[in-house]
Structures are given as structure tokens and as C-alpha cells.
């Protein structure tokens, strides 16, 4: 088998590995500057409020970027991935393949947690006074 055959069907894994990562870690610090955002009591200084809607949006691409790696991995057919192997098949037509994409447990929250980013970055949109306070218990929420 050629080595470099196994390293490129690795790494959209890889990549999804990282925006794991990457939108757990931004709802933490989303969760943590809204946090300190709600404690100050100084209007003028927006800063932590600044950091966590730019974290919790670095989260709500993440999201989607799993999103994406786990809907490519699932129309390609990449059966080394247990997630794939177990709830998708070629012989499946395209819609049963697509209704795969949350099909398990671990697709099912990745639907979870993508409704609830969209929704966070509605509510930072929109709530305007009550922004810090809900987004606080929303990016934790995301974390967790």
C-alpha cells in the first residue's frame, strides 16, 4: 500500500480533529469574556465583549467546519472512519447517505451544537442589553 495514499485519506480526519479543537477552545474563551464582560461594570470598556462574540463566531465557523468535514468524509466513502463505516453504505441513495450525517449519536450533536451556534450568533445580533448574560450560559453551554 503507498504510503502517501493513506496520509491523504487521513487527514480530512485531521482537519476535523482540529476544528474540534479549535470550537471547544473558542467556546471557552467565549464563555470566560462574556463572563467578564457581565461583571464589568464599566459601559465604555467593551473589550471582553469584543473578544467573546469574535470567539464565539471562531466557534460557530468551527462548528461548520466540522460540519463540512464530517458531510465530505460521509459522500466519499472514507470506511476507515468508524463514524462512516457504521452508518452509511454505497449502496445507499443520496438522500438516506445525506440523512446519515446525523444519524449517530456524535451526528446528532453536531446538529445540537450547530443549532445552538446559530442561534447564539442571532442573539448576539439581536439581544442587544442582555447580550453578555445569556451568551455566557450559550458559550458554556457549547462548551460542554
Do not use: C
Not at 459601559?43 to 465583549?49: L, P, T, V
Not at 462548528?63 to 468524509?73: E, P, R
Not at 446525523?102 to 450533536?109: A, D, L, T
Amino acid at each position: 500500500m503507498d504510503i502517501q495514499f493513506i496520509g491523504e485519506t487521513l487527514l480530512p480526519g485531521k482537519v476535523g480533529q482540529f476544528f474540534i479543537v479549535l470550537a471547544f477552545a473558542a467556546s471557552l474563551l467565549s464563555t470566560i469574556s462574556y463572563f467578564f464582560a457581565t461583571q464589568n461594570k464599566d459601559f465604555a470598556d467593551q473589550s471582553w465583549k469584543r473578544i467573546g462574540r469574535i470567539s464565539f463566531l471562531i466557534n460557530w465557523l468551527s462548528v461548520i467546519g466540522i460540519g463540512s468535514t464530517l458531510f465530505f468524509l460521509i459522500l466519499n466513502h472514507y470506511n476507515e472512519y468508524y463514524y462512516v463505516y457504521s452508518h452509511s453504505s454505497k449502496e445507499l441513495p443520496v438522500y438516506y447517505i445525506v440523512s446519515a450525517f446525523w444519524e449517530g449519536q456524535e451526528g446528532s450533536f453536531w446538529l445540537w451544537a450547530f443549532w445552538q451556534s446559530l442561534l447564539g450568533v442571532i442573539l448576539m445580533w439581536k439581544a442587544r442589553s442582555w447580550e453578555n448574560s445569556v451568551m455566557t450560559v450559550v458559550a458554556f453551554s457549547q462548551a460542554f
